[in-house]
């Protein structure tokens, strides 16, 4: 059984940083990949940021290019998200996901196509 489990959310001040850690277990197979989707209050969820297992490749969502950084130890079997300068905009539900297979931007687009999904991590920016 595959699970993740988010941690670190809180609040953060506008302009502040944050790091999400996401510990794993249960994946099977070496060619997966790890990330982040979040969902703020009537919103539609939205990809982030997802790290690939083996090559260590990595996508982001324009929205947060340049600002997040995504990470993975896997000795540790944890996915961290740094998060920089963080803006009012990036207030929402933080949800770790996996899936296996190779990683495209594609993915961050298609949050359906992720069968694993952590219980979520709220994140709340102050102004």
């Known amino acids: 059984e595959v699970q993740l489990v988010e941690s670190g959310g809180g609040l953060v001040q506008t302009g502040g940083s944050l790091r999400l850690s996401c510990a794993w277990s249960g994946l099977a197979f070496e060619d997966y990949h790890i990330g982040w989707f979040r969902q703020a209050p009537g919103k539609e969820r939205e990809g982030v940021a997802s790290?690939?297992?083996?090559?260590?490749?990595?996508v982001y969502a324009d929205s947060v290019k340049g600002r997040f950084i995504i990470s993975r130890d896997s000795t540790a079997n944890t996915v961290y998200l740094q998060m920089n300068d963080v803006k009012p905009e990036d207030a929402a539900v933080y949800y770790c996901?996996?899936?296996?297979?190779?990683?495209?931007?594609?993915?961050?687009?298609?949050?359906?196509?992720?069968?694993?999904w952590g219980q979520g991590t709220l994140v709340t920016v102050s102004s």
């Open positions: 996901v996996a899936e296996y297979g190779p990683l495209s931007r594609w993915n961050l687009e298609n949050p359906a196509e992720y069968d694993y």
């Open positions: 790290i690939h297992s083996q090559k260590g490749d990595t």
